[in-house]
């Protein structure tokens, strides 16, 4: 059964890397918005190997980071202020960018997990 936070949510299968696997909430492929049709902020989601979710508010910085923005919490294991590297304009895009924040979102899953 899918967890309760971010229901509805799709999980993009393509990012999924060590049982990790980014989820959209924003569309990263809507550019109406957008001057330079590239995505450059947004909010989506991890899932964790275990099932388990957290929360990503991202946009764009020249080096990649993550920091809490809210603490892990019982249904979710936290939510996280995440810089990505590149503006999203296709699938690669948002791939290259999951896997370059992957060892920071790997360390605050499992520095989450070892609080509870």
Known sequence: MEPLVYRGFPLVSETEDDGFIYGTITDHFDFECEEDDSCTSGYGFVQAP????????????????????IEPEKDRWGVYNVSFVKPIKSMDDLIFNFRTVLPLIKEAYYHAKDRK
């Open 50 to 69: 275990d099932g388990s979710r957290a929360g990503v508010i991202w946009e764009i910085e020249k080096e990649p980071s993550l920091s809490i923005c």
